[in-house]
């Protein structure tokens, strides 16, 4: 945790004051709290003030004092207390917060801090040359469950790894982060399982939740595609024939180009017809029921067809599931064979 003080006086502006729209709407929102109560205004009115100059100055902090009728020193401890208050001038695009606390450690905070330091600065809160772009470490911001996470301005991107931070820095530096989807960068609802329910599955009263849906508007580096994202004809080519490599037309192929993986790849694993007695490949850790059913639309039925992919095939199917390394992370094909030979006791 860093020492949380105001900047050096050469760089704060000698005053403050919201501009017309921030001033009607400060004046709206501390109306919203009873008389005698204005000061419940302060964070609110702090961030407006943060969200206009991108920083909180301390001419800011004595004028949100003045307005709410407070002590300065009172704001002013508001202002050094929470981390989503910038004390200094931070990058213009974006001011990349990485919780570093123990869940997000264990899970690759560091990793990420690494990214942060090879591609902004090699200081937290120094910028890059163009200045759009610095970061910190804070502690916890409440998503550990989907550890790692980082907080940009009030959004939070979480199960990251260091190669999609870089995607997701490339694109706030390109004026692109509205782009990126918010929350986890994975295939999981909220931070339900990863591979969808592992308890309650054959309980008909159990709903289940469907995935929110967001909008991201899609671009090449920012394509992170979940798997409910394949394209859909390309999954229903892959169930219709499993075992033969379908035939894309050009209009197919370019219906299919956010599909990360072509079927017709000569290292997509061959797949089989479904057999009577098929394995339970939920077995694996790291597969679920969704994954289960498109690996099932590829012809996969059995472990041992996993355990004799070859590293190409491997990252045939990782890329078709945009899991960017994941099957390997996993461990799929070793705990195939294992499977393989020995079923669940093994
Ligand atoms: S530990 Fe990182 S969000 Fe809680």
């Known amino acids: 945790m860093s020492v949380r003080r105001l900047a050096e006086e050469n760089v704060q502006p000698g005053e403050f004051s919201f501009n017309r729209e921030n001033a009607a709407w400060a004046k709206k929102k501390i109306k919203d709290f009873p008389k005698g109560r204005e000061a419940s205004a302060v964070i609110p009115l702090l961030m407006r003030a943060q969200e206009q100059d991108g920083w909180v100055t301390r001419a800011s902090i004595e004028h949100m004092a003045d307005m709410l009728n407070m002590p300065y020193i009172r704001v002013l401890e508001v202002a050094t207390f929470y981390t989503q208050f910038q004390l200094k001038p931070v990058g213009t695009k974006a001011h990349i917060q990485v919780c570093g606390t123990t869940p997000c450690m264990l899970r690759?905070?560091?990793?990420?801090?690494?990214?942060?330091?090879?591609?902004?600065?090699?200081?937290?809160?120094?910028?890059?040359?163009?200045?759009?772009?610095?970061?910190?470490?804070?502690?916890?911001?409440?998503?550990?469950?989907?550890?790692?996470?980082?907080?940009?301005?009030?959004?939070?991107?979480?199960?990251?790894?260091?190669?999609?931070?870089?995607?997701?820095?490339?694109?706030?530096?390109?004026?692109?982060?509205?782009?990126?989807?918010?929350?986890?960068?994975?295939?999981?609802?909220?931070?339900?399982?990863?591979?969808?329910?592992?308890?309650?599955?054959?309980?008909?009263?159990?709903?289940?939740?469907?995935?929110?849906?967001?909008?991201?508007?899609?671009?090449?580096?920012?394509?992170?595609?979940?798997?409910?994202?394949?394209?859909?004809?390309?999954?229903?080519?892959?169930?219709?024939?499993?075992?033969?490599?379908?035939?894309?037309?050009?209009?197919?192929?370019?219906?299919?180009?956010?599909?990360?993986?072509?079927?017709?790849?000569?290292?997509?694993?061959?797949?089989?017809?479904?057999?009577?007695?098929?394995?339970?490949?939920?077995?694996?850790?790291?597969?679920?029921?969704?994954?289960?059913g498109i690996l099932h639309e590829l012809g996969i039925f059995k472990f041992e067809q996993v355990a004799k992919w070859k590293k190409a095939e491997s990252d045939w199917v990782d890329g078709y599931l945009s899991f960017k390394g994941r099957i390997e992370r996993d461990g799929w094909i070793e705990q195939a064979k294992a499977f393989a030979k020995g079923g669940q006791d093994e």
């Not at 219709?240 to 050009?250: D, E, G, R």
């Not at 000569?266 to 694996?284: S, T, V, Y």
């Open 108 to 292: 690759g905070s560091e990793d990420l801090m690494k990214v942060c330091k090879n591609k902004i600065n090699k200081e937290p809160f120094k910028t890059n040359e163009a200045g759009t772009l610095s970061w910190e470490e804070v502690e916890c911001l409440g998503s550990c469950v989907n550890a790692p996470m980082i907080m940009v301005f009030k959004d939070t991107y979480e199960d990251l790894t260091p190669e999609r931070l870089e995607e997701i820095i490339d694109l706030f530096e390109a004026g692109k982060g509205s782009e990126v989807p918010v929350g986890t960068q994975i295939d999981r609802i909220g931070s339900a399982p990863i591979g969808g329910l592992t308890a309650l599955t054959s309980d008909p009263n159990v709903k289940k939740s469907k995935p929110k849906k967001t909008k991201p508007k899609k671009t090449e580096s920012a394509t992170a595609p979940t798997v409910s994202a394949v394209e859909p004809s390309a999954k229903a080519a892959a169930s219709k024939s499993p075992t033969s490599k379908s035939k894309a037309t050009p209009a197919k192929k370019a219906r299919k180009a956010e599909a990360v993986a072509d079927l017709d790849d000569k290292n997509r694993p061959q797949g089989m017809e479904r057999p009577a007695d098929i394995d339970d490949l939920k077995q694996i850790s790291g597969i679920g029921p969704k994954i289960e």
